[in-house]
Every structure is written in structure tokens, then in C-alpha cells.
């Protein structure tokens, strides 16, 4: 079976930089997407990055600060933030999107406060 798990969360200060990993374990397509998500309390979890291929996405308000990378090889997806803002803080979900399955971790908390 299939499984995601995240890790490198924890607290930091404005500015900081902070680097996620998700581990994938179980069979798993090279051709499919990858991302991460986050949610913050009261908030609809919304995506942060995605990649498919070589091509990148990223949502508005973290472009030109984070960046997100796969190792197919290795089965995993990283997602390196830096200037953090307040505003980052939320927990940040790896996601694995087959033609069939989406899969989902369990997720890692990001905490960004002075």
C-alpha cells in the first residue's frame, strides 16, 4: 500500500528558511504529480506546489520562495521555503495524485512567529 509521510516542520522566526520532506513508500508512477498543500486553521487547504514531469507550479504567494523538487529514484519530494512570513504558518500536506489514487500524509506543522 501506498504511503506518505512528511517531516521537517517546527517553529521559525520571519525570515527564516525551513525545508519539508515527504517520503513515499509502495509502488508509484514517475509520470505522476506531485505536490504539497497546506492548510491553516479556519482555512481551506490550499496548494502550495506541484510537479508533473519538469514542470513546476506554484501558488502566488510563495512564488520566488519556495521551491519543490522529486526524486523519482529515491520516492521523494521536498519542498525548500525560505523568507518565511507569519502568514506561512499551517500544516503542510504531501500529495501523490495517480491516474487511479490520490494519496495524502498525514502532515507536518509550520509555524512561523517572532
Known sequence: QVQLVESGGGLVQPGESLNLSCVVS?????MAA?????????????????ALGSVRNYAESVKGRFTI????????????????????????YCNLHTTLH????????VTVSS
Open 102 to 109: 490520490e494519496y495524502w500524509g498525514q502532515g507536518t506543522q
Open 26 to 30: 509502495g509502488s508509484t508512477s514517475t
Open 69 to 92: 523538487s522529486r526524486d523519482d529514484a529515491k520516492n521523494t519530494v521536498s519542498l525548500q521555503m525560505s523568507s518565511l512570513k507569519p502568514e506561512d504558518t499551517a500544516v503542510y
Open 34 to 50: 506531485m505536490g504539497w498543500y497546506r492548510q491553516a486553521p479556519g482555512k481551506e487547504r490550499e496548494l502550495v506546489a506541484t
